[in-house]
DNA sequence: CTGTTAGCGCTTTCAG
DNA sequence: CTGAAAGCGCTAACAG
């Protein structure tokens, strides 16, 4: 390993000293131009690489966030992912990307190890069954954050999320509309704030219009080919007529069941996504969705906690990305 | 901002010097049990929190590694990342995600800025137009690095990918047993070497087979609904009989368009793809499709980028995963 | 087994 | 406009 390229080596070959080729690295006004033009000489020259690491030894902000999501494996997180890029890197800031695959012990070790390499706040996905000790547990490591699609308190801390209790809502009275009357909600168990909104609304909104609304089936969201006891429900004596799906994933997986079985969504049985994911578009019958915006939610997330990094004091703000539903073939569209 | 607590306050409250808490700090067995728990319980008291980025300054290594990619926003690279972070996890190593976007500037500028982090390596999935620069740019910047899925040269630098041309040949001998006889390729032009390979191994394998290989149809991937002339091409008088597909999302989306059409796929035509995304096992049809393991390729990745921080020196070395087809009913599976 | 002493590469007063 | 000097929090010899 040959000897490394400090500020300081540039400074000597530029025939200044090591203070004033650190302000011609920050661009401060105070450096006469043929000074500035020397350093950066010399920089070029020397192929100088700045060293954040000493720099933020001295100052407060390491230019880096923390990611931690559930899983991120999923296409949607990656959505989310391309919204969050999309405001840091004009920021200048770098996201370090964990992930704690639902499990609260592992996000917790993770949150710490963040924390030691010093980022300046945490965009955080909850795990399912994170206690509602987390967020006091991040609170004390003084690192700001924001929660985004799930949160442990009702009330504490920044949160950015999809409207899904209005969205479900859209849904199922688009559902209604169109003449169905037993409907069914496919996907997941009541595990964290995400699922429990949908369920909220689903149920709400079958309320509302005095239909039957017990029909939830849990699915291993895990695994796209569980889809729990819909197939024993569909070929029981009364079946229902249409379903919500926790997201689109689930949806092209019933769509997919329903096709091999001969029957065709939007026609013989209606079928709601959530998300809107690009393939959603494409498929056959393409997806009647709830629009979750990952993006959306991703690129709000990003500006809140860049703003709380800089604003550590202000209070919590809960941003709803409110929902809209994407129609299409599987339900309402023209089945071509 | 209170005072932060530092090494050094722990080492007061427990009553010993820095450098023993340092000690205490990497489980040295040269300090005794007592002091040990007396530096650990003065850390807990006072809620001491590890700063790497001082420690970084002394020693050579981060614990931090960038992964460039092209396209966060795609279902395939989030399988990657799964792989990747699976093994750095145990190495107590964390990654900093930039996306180039597919843009060879964004794709410098990002990586200088991981540089300028004092990542230890780098996992590149290298831009499409990348010049052949990159890689002696990479170089000079003293950064081990291995790239993934596609690569700039032929020769130099690391490398794990998938065996395309190996594959995408299996996937036409598989239609060519099947009595497929006009097999188009479709999506992609050849700007990188993922997609020379598969369109090499295209050719090459039909050329064997004696078979018509100019069917090649290019499509802008990013856009899932561009089938480019696909359309036309069905509709001529003598339309191909099957097509492989650039990936599993596109083979999605072109079964969707047959299906729209009336033609199902499987038995009118023939549709493989590339990937086996969960999601290619659960629709309809199911899709037969190249796997290329991208959770593999991930893995294999970052251990051979953790190698290459520890042994520098090493020269080049390229692992391809090779490919089989998983054979479902869009081509030679049962359709129910 | 524990303490002392130098730095790592940078920023930041404070004087020229 | 430029330089000198004092750290940021930690590690790594080297002495005790």
Redesign the pocket.
Known sequence: MKK?I???SV?VEA??????A??V??DS????????DRVICAMDKLG????RG??N???QKTGTIGLVLCDIGSPFYSQLMLGIDEVIVDANIVAILVNSAENPDRQLRQIRRLREHGVDGLILCPAAGSSDTLLSEIERLHLPFVQVLRHVSQRNGNYVGPDYIDGTSLAVTHLVRHGRRKIAFLGGKPVHSAARERLDGFRKTLKKHKLKHDLIIPTHLGNLSDLGSFPELLASSSPPDAVVCYNDMLAQSVMGYLLARGKIPGRDFAVIGADDLPQSAVSFPTLTTIVTDPMGVGRNAARLLLDRIDNPTTSSTRILVSGQLMIRQSCGGQLS
Chains 1, 2 share one sequence.
């Open positions: 490394a400090t500020l300081n400074a025939g200044v000293s090591r203070a004033t650190s302000l690295l920050r006004p105070l450096v006469s131009l043929e000074t500035r100088y690489i700045y060293n000493a720099a030894l001295r100052g």
